[in-house]
């Protein structure tokens, strides 16, 4: 006769939780790393303190505040930094603390106001301060660059109609070749000289070439159109390559007319301009990510494609329409060029070129080796979440070592140590052979839970802090709990006369349910605790939780088919003395000696 279909089969059970157990080891082992990373307090990082910066030093609203913490938590979530803390602190102070090394550029993109701007380009020149006593200012005094050597034209870059703003694809002034070929603009006189071709904008260390003509004296800039004579003031005296290059005003959404500088490295040959008002807004653009190259629509570099909402959709076709409008009527007129501005500088400033732009999304990119997809993943997360309703300045930044980490977890693993070794004690003296059980239980819960962390820190940013391991030590206790409570159930069935074999099966179906509720009820305790608290005590709730998981899985796979296989041996079945199944330890009477009915003569242990 067949066996019934419903007869347990621990083996098999024990089989798939080793092959769980490898599968997750081997996930670790292609990820290439073997120990967790480490938190802040365990293994230092960097600890900065950012002040808003207000009026008269007068304090913020702390609705602003908290907006600006919220905004910056979303950002270092953005970037995968696990177990960072970004807190107020006072009435206008906000402390960031990122765990690891070398954590100074993640530091400075959480704090960065991201405040974007589009706005149509009016006048362009290099960036050094122009001759003031001239009637009609030059770009530059001797129409040469830092280098002494003319600057290279500047063709502009593709902008198509449907989808893409781009900055310049040209020729370097190192002579670098961009990934975009268009052709040069060419200059057109104007009423007060001749306009020059458009230069692009680039990111942070980003080179691009600047304009220039073939007559030896660079062009006049135009100034037709600009009705402000403070900013062509400020716009001649403006030196893009000293201080930080930002502008007084740069960054003022209200303001009409703004001068502003390329936002590039220093040894690069660096543009001003004078910008026309805001057509749209940062707050306008829907999402923004970074997408890599695409060689057959001829996009050699990262990029970040912007999308913008329908307001912002209408406001950059209008922009793009009066762009190109101007570009039809001189190829070469700054005036044809969009200006993305990041903060108060000038990131990239393409020319529309090939009509408006109405489909409502656009594309910010440069050449590949440095808008790399470091840079363009950056520039998307500081983007997607909105800009800061503060402007924020590092008042103190801090590396923080790990010796006193360190010192702590050597502290923390003693003091796991040793109350692990005393569960150990516990078990074996209460349950003798039972006892081996419930320790090998704890031994695969750890592992599990051990490469679980390695998991974890490899590809969600998780690093083990303090909190943490305090949190895996109190875990001891719950695994520890859940076999308790089947034992128990276990010698309680004994006790009532019944054989091992079917005793272990009785005593499951009354345990795991208890053992479930217990469960559950500590594992929305450890959601509620780490969705309402913060820093430590959300990282404490985190471990908590992940532990009370694996718990369950240790339980149903292991230790439940365990006791059944051992079940099977002579040593558990027949009741030996160091078993902890023996009927004296119990005080009953084997079953064999009364046929099967003896009753319990005590409940007591």
């Known amino acids: 006769m067949a066996p019934p279909s419903n007869v347990p089969k621990p083996g098999r059970t024990l089989l798939v939780l080793l092959a769980i157990t490898v599968a997750l080891a081997g996930v670790a082992l292609l990820q290439g790393r073997i120990t967790p990373k480490l938190g802040l307090d365990l293994a230092g990082g960097t600890t900065v303190t950012l002040t808003a910066k207000t009026e008269k030093g007068k304090n913020p609203p702390s609705e602003q505040m908290n907006q600006a913490v919220k905004i910056m938590t979303q950002r270092v979530n953005g970037l995968g930094v696990s177990d960072a803390e970004v807190a107020k602190q006072g009435s206008n102070n906000i402390v960031v603390n990122v765990p690891g090394e070398g954590q100074n550029r993640v530091v400075t993109l959480i704090g960065t106001t991201a405040k974007l701007q589009f706005r149509q380009v009016f006048a362009v020149a290099d960036g050094k301060p122009t001759a003031a006593a001239a009637p009609s200012p030059s770009p530059s005094p001797s129409g040469k660059g830092k280098d002494g050597k003319s600057p290279s034209p500047s063709p502009s870059a593709s902008a198509s109609p449907s989808s893409q703003v781009s900055p310049s694809s040209s020729a370097s002034p190192r002579g670098r070749a961009m990934s975009q070929a268009l052709a040069a603009p060419t200059p057109k006189p104007s009423g007060s000289g001749t306009a020059s071709p458009a230069p692009s904008g680039s990111p942070s260390g980003v080179p691009s070439g600047l304009p220039t003509t073939t007559a030896p004296q660079a062009p ?323 471990a908590m939780g992940l532990t009370t998981l694996i718990d369950v899985v240790v339980v149903f796979f292991f230790t439940k088919p365990m006791v059944a296989l051992l079940s099977r041996t002579d040593f558990f079945g027949k009741g030996h003395p160091l078993s902890g199944l023996d009927a004296k330890r119990l005080r009953r009477t084997p079953p064999a000696a009364s046929g099967g009915a003896a009753r319990s003569t005590s409940q007591e242990v």
Not at 249 to 264: I, L
Request: aromatic share 8%.
């Open 220 to 542: 006049a800039a135009d100034y037709t159109g600009i009705d402000d004579k403070a900013v062509i003031k400020q716009f001649e005296a403006l030196n893009c390559y000293v201080g930080d290059r930002r502008a007084p005003g740069s960054n003022d959404p209200n303001r009409k007319w703004v001068a502003a500088c390329d936002q590039k490295e220093e040894k690069d040959q660096i543009a001003k301009y004078i910008l026309g008002p805001v057509r749209v807004l940062g707050e306008d653009v829907r999402s923004a990510n970074a997408m890599p190259p695409d060689p057959q629509q001829g996009q050699a570099s990262w990029s970040v494609s912007l999308q913008f909402n329908g307001k912002g959709s209408r406001q950059f076709g209008e922009a793009t329409t009066e762009a190109y409008k101007s570009y039809q009527q001189a190829a070469g007129s700054p005036r044809s060029q969009i200006a993305i501005i990041l903060d108060g500088q000038v990131v990239s400033a393409p020319s529309i070129n090939q009509g408006a732009i109405t489909g409502g999304t656009a594309s910010i990119d440069g050449p590949p080796d440095s808008f790399n997809q470091r840079y363009a993943t950056d520039l998307a997360n500081v983007l997607k979440y909105g800009a800061l309703p503060l402007e924020f300045k590092q008042s103190s930044i801090d590396e923080v070592s790990s010796t006193l980490g360190a010192d702590q977890l050597r502290g923390g693993l003693i003091a796991g140590g040793i109350g692990l070794i005393l569960v150990v004690l516990y078990c074996l003296l209460y349950y003798r052979g039972l006892g081996v059980v419930a320790v090998s239980s704890l031994v695969v819960a750890s592992v599990i839970t051990y490469i679980s962390v390695v998991i974890l820190g490899e590809g969600m940013g998780f690093r083990l802090s303090l909190p943490h391991i305090i949190g895996l030590i109190v875990s001891i206790g719950i695994t520890a709990d859940s076999f308790i409570v089947y034992f128990e159930r276990l010698r309680d069935e004994l006790r009532a006369g019944r054989k091992l074999r079917s005793s272990v099966e009785n005593a499951w179906k009354r345990a795991r349910r208890t053992i479930l509720v217990a469960d559950a009820v500590t594992f929305l305790a450890a959601l509620v605790l780490y969705f309402l608290a913060v820093g430590g005590v959300a990282g404490f709730a985190f």
